[in-house]
């Protein structure tokens, strides 16, 4: 197995003064919302997963922040943010923003999560719309038993689409 170097991850070297206690969960609620999982896999170009990698997600006042398992694994505990001004005037779909660090990157990626339920919202949200309509599907959640699934691929076949910002 070979040694990750500090310029090749976040993980193991930076790692442990990242998590807290109750991180992946959320105390916070909006407007009342019911409660959600979010759960997903980290996945390299190659499709294999990624062990040392972090993952925040924020929307108003929530914010949880999970690191990935040796399987790519995490999970956030949340409520369906509610939906916000856009820039142009309209009203965004509900979605929630994500910051992915992992080994490989300088800088972190920055993507959203919009939900599986929310079709008319997602088909008129300003970001999702400058999006190419086949690549959309990868910043759309799905259901997956009573929880929604979102996997985050860094590269290749799936990509997930990431915003400069």
Known sequence: MKVPTPSQTVGPFFGFALPFAGDSESGRTSDGAARLRIEGQLLDGAGEPVPDGLLEAWQGEQFVRCATDLEGVFHFTLSKPVPLPGPDGSTQAPHLNLNVFARGLLRHL????????????????????????????????????????????????????????
């Open 110 to 165: 920055v993507t959203r999560i919009y939900f599986p339920d929310e079709g008319v919202a997602n088909a008129s949200d300003w970001v999702l719309s400058q999006v190419e309509p086949g690549r959309r599907v990868t910043l759309i959640a799905q259901p997956d038993g009573g929880n929604l699934r979102f996997d985050v691929r860094l590269q290749g076949e799936g990509e997930t689409v990431f915003f400069e910002l």
